[in-house]
């Protein structure tokens, strides 16, 4: 039995205990009375916090039960938001506002003191991380960077998240044949170390209220490379183990829907691997890897096929991280998560159950302790549910696909702009996006008063009981055909998506799958609105090809050198990633690649 199927066998090991212990706690008087006296003290610890209008609300909302059986089945099957399994999320606390002291305002009541007065006074609480991450990717690196400031003037953590263009998401230079009509167009086109020092210019990086994220899996470790050594440039060798954020890098998403491999399979996992290795020892608070959902949800799959392939993906990553002699305990706190969030009703639970099959399974197969055993989520709401007929109802969709995301405990999220089935979000539509998510979740008081408060209606607990049954199922159709990597090999997740795809559209074509303003409601007009398209103009991307040549001609010697020496150190078969870190500042991303291709190949699809 592999890994993944061991992964299987625990979660039904653990459903059984939970049962085991529901029993118990109804004919063993003493453990009963056990769990009860504790559930009295949770509930009698837990703060009371007030509304704007003084109405008073626990801090963390606890279902009304008082039965030792259910008790139980609370606290072993789904535990306390921040403990094992994880159901309710990942951390103690999510969203909510700092606690306050308490005044009488004038309702009569005690209601919130004023943050103003609170900070004079020093009894305010340090205002909790934004989970909003904004996510933006044009032109060239200054036009991105500009956006980039545009976006978090208004906030007070900056999480950034960088989308590139074409060429850079195949490591091809942006002077390569046929490219130059693709450079800077959705996304961002990176070349040098320059460009990814303009890319972040006037950002403290090393600060804890920063953070990136970069949407790149073929060449990541190159881009990778990069960004330290940009960091370095700016803030010297001592920011290294301050750099907050993470690195998409995920290899068999890749193979199994996004076609931006660039290297072969084992050659790109053993790069992967490398820098893995480098990043958990050297970078604390780094996520060397972002086991993505998101493309195999955009590529077609169903809810269940994208948080069961992510899942499988990610227990294989561990399989081979585990191999290279990396400890559990080291790389499992660094590995994170990325998962669509479409409307149909899976999304009530999907990212639930997969933090705690992801927790059973970390723990009982591969004995990873307490903070190897969490899930950390970012979730992006749906691209494909963004319809160009009667676009501005796609604001409506992501609204409500935000309620989905936040429901389900995501520890950052990213709302997609209105316009983007036309063009590269403008900032008009970019920055309703993100004020979207303020709204949700500082503007209402859904999430900012009480944890767990959309949490555990009969309708989620269905809805959570399906979806892991599904979810086991794929694993255990996956173990039958060998595990992750065989199922890859024989296409098998990527027949899947496709069918899965197939059967989407026809229900769109066919009425059963409604789409307002698409199939159901349209108002008889096709005329296309009038949106203003984001190009990147020629002269732009005649500009990156002359600081391209330029940076070559300046690094000619150096760059051969440093080639010759990462060929070497990779055809030796040592951990390449330091050889990387030097090469990076006199090669380009291009001339990195081609090195790299000439000693392990070229990806070749499967058929």
Not at 86 to 91: V, W
Not at 123 to 132: C, I, K, M, V
Not at 236 to 255: C, H, M, N, Y
């Amino acid at each position: 039995m592999s890994k993944l199927g061991q992964v299987a066998e625990a979660v039904e090991k653990y459903n059984q205990f939970v049962l085991a212990q529901v029993k118990r706690a109804r004919w063993d008087e003493k453990f009963g009375r056990e769990l009860i006296k504790r559930w009295n003290e949770i509930k009698a610890k837990t703060p009371v916090t007030h509304t704007p209008t003084g109405l008073p609300l626990p801090r963390l909302a606890l279902p009304e039960i008082d039965e030792p059986g259910e008790i139980a089945r609370y606290l072993f099957g789904e535990g306390l938001p921040g403990e094992f399994p994880f159901l309710n999320g990942a951390y103690r606390e999510m969203y909510l506002e700092p606690v306050r002291k308490i005044e009488t305002g004038n309702y009569g009541k005690k209601t919130l003191a004023d943050g103003a007065k609170q900070k004079a006074d020093g009894n305010g609480a340090r205002p909790p991380e934004e989970p909003t991450r904004l996510f933006s990717g044009l032109m060239l690196a200054e036009d991105t960077n500009e956006r980039f400031h545009y976006l978090t003037q208004h906030q007070r953590t900056h999480r950034l998240s960088t989308a590139f263009d074409g060429p850079t998401l195949y490591g091809i230079d942006s002077d390569a044949d046929g490219v130059f009509g693709k450079i800077g167009e959705g996304g961002v086109a990176i070349d040098t170390i320059e460009d990814m020092v303009r890319l972040y210019d006037g950002f403290d990086l090393g600060s804890p209220n920063f953070s990136a994220s970069m949407t790149i899996s073929g060449p990541a470790p190159i881009i990778m490379a990069m960004y330290i050594a940009a960091a370095k440039r700016h803030f010297g060798s001592k920011v290294v183990p301050k750099l907050r954020g993470t690195i998409q890098a995920d290899i068999f998403k890749e193979v199994q829907a996004q076609n931006e491999t660039i290297f072969p399979i084992e050659a790109s996992l053993r790069f992967l691997t490398d820098m893995v290795e480098f990043t958990t020892r050297e970078m604390p608070r780094w996520y060397p890897i972002s086991i993505s959902g998101y493309h195999i949800g955009e590529a077609g799959s169903t809810p269940v096929q994208q948080a069961a392939y992510t899942l499988s993906n990610g227990f294989a990553y561990a399989e081979m991280f585990a191999a290279r002699g990396i400890p559990v305990d080291q790389f499992g706190p660094r590995l994170s998560f990325f998962l669509d969030c479409g409307l149909d009703a899976e999304y009530i639970a999907l990212a639930r159950v997969s933090r705690r099959i992801w927790a059973i399974g970390m723990r009982d197969a591969y004995g990873a302790g307490p903070r190897g055993q969490l899930f950390k989520l970012h979730t992006q709401t749906s691209g494909r549910s963004l319809i160009a007929a009667e676009f501005k109802n796609n604001l409506t969709r992501t609204a409500a696909e935000l309620m989905l995301a936040y429901m389900n405990a995501t520890n950052s999220c990213h709302s997609n702009s209105a316009d983007e089935p036309f063009t590269t979000p403008s900032e008009e539509w970019i920055r309703l996006a993100a004020h979207g998510q303020a709204i949700l979740l500082e503007e209402s008081g859904i999430f900012k008063h009480t944890m767990n408060m959309l949490s555990g209606s009969p309708g989620m607990k269905a809805v959570e009981r399906a979806v892991e049954r599904a979810i086991l199922d794929e694993f255990r159709e996956i173990e039958r055909l060998g595990g992750v990597l065989a199922a890859v090999e024989d296409r098998f997740q990527r027949s899947q998506i496709q069918n899965a795809a197939h059967r989407y559209e026809q229900q769109i074509y066919d009425g059963t799958r409604p789409i307002i303003g698409l199939n159901k409601y349209r108002n008889g007009e096709d005329v296309a609105p009038e949106i203003k398209l984001a190009r990147t103009p020629r002269k732009k991307q005649q500009l990156q090809v002359d600081r391209l040549a330029k940076f070559k001609k300046k690094n000619a010697e150096k760059a051969t050198r440093a080639l010759d020496k990462l060929a070497a150190i990779v055809e030796r078969g040592e951990n390449c990633f330091p050889a990387l870190l030097e090469a990076v500042e006199v090669c380009s991303l291009g001339q990195i690649t081609g090195c790299l291709q000439e000693v392990v190949g070229r990806f070749r699809p499967m058929v």
